[in-house]
Antibody, heavy 125, light 108 residues
Framework: QVQLVQSGAEVKKPGASVKVSCKAS????????MHWVRQAPGQGLEWMGR????????NYAQNFQGRVTMTRDTSISTAYMELSRLRSDDAAVYYC??????????????????WGKGTSVTVSS | DIQMTQSPSSLSASVGDRVTITCRAS??????LNWYQQKPGKAPKLLIY???SLQSGVPSRFSGSGSGTDFTLTISSLQPEDFATYYC??????????FGPGTKVDIK
């Protein structure tokens, strides 16, 4: 079945970097964009960016420009999200999510149809 | 960036109630609106895409409507497993895929 398996929880010190992985299975990895979304404790969902696993092209949210790097390894169908210069307010659950699409009479529609279970990142000195 | 708002931010309802959640975009997004359900400690789950299309496997008691700037998610008869937080998200402007702040549905 289609699934995204994320790496385990991380504990990092302020100023450090964290790299989260997301392994895809059950579908053609290079055929779908991969998004990253985070959720701070008790807060809503925040879109961080996306990567085209086929080309490696990325789009990042303005809030994370300069601190986030999204990459992929097509040989093992895995996407990565690295966040640098961690701060206490980066403590959150980080999700990867596949971008699905559907062609309808009015055009193509996009959504996040498959999600990983999330990776908890704690930032503490 | 397109901003998304939701109302109410929370609501209390009973099993069997009809529940309606509203989402508003800061500019017209046609029908490029998705709804997700999230339960505590779990990843979000896609319910509705393109404003009114039910994702495969989602119960028919969920429905979506609207276009332009105003959208609604309706649960026709609330079930115990529907107590969760619901988020809208626009995909009209790809960057960023903005989410609404969420609506928490809990038990009255």
């Amino acid at each position: 079945q289609v699934q995204l398996v994320q790496s385990g929880a991380e504990v990092k010190k302020p100023g450090a970097s964290v790299k989260v992985s997301c392994k895809a299975s059950g579908y053609t990895f290079t055929g779908y964009y991969m998004h990253w979304v985070r959720q701070a404790p008790g807060q809503g969902l925040e879109w961080m960016g996306r990567i085209n696993p086929n080309s490696g092209a990325t789009n990042y949210a303005q809030n994370f420009q300069g601190r986030v790097t999204m990459t992929r390894d097509t040989s093992i169908s895995t996407a990565y999200m690295e966040l640098s210069r961690l701060r206490s307010d980066d403590a959150a659950v980080y999700y990867c999510a596949r971008e699905g699409d559907r062609r309808m009479p009015a055009g193509y529609y996009y959504y996040m149809d498959v999600w990983g279970k999330g990776t908890s990142v704690t930032v503490s000195s | 960036d397109i901003q998304m708002t939701q109302s109410p931010s929370s609501l209390s309802a009973s099993v069997g109630d009809r529940v309606t959640i509203t989402c508003r975009a800061s500019q017209s997004i046609s029908s490029y609106l998705n709804w997700y359900q999230q339960k505590p400690g779990k990843a979000p789950k896609l319910l509705i895409y393109a404003a009114s299309s039910l994702q495969s496997g989602v119960p028919s008691r969920f429905s979506g409507s609207g276009s332009g700037t105003d959208f609604t998610l309706t649960i026709s008869s609330l079930q115990p497993e529907d107590f969760a937080t619901y988020y809208c998200q626009q995909s009209y402007s790809t960057l960023p895929f903005t989410f609404g702040p969420g609506t928490k549905v809990d038990i009255k």
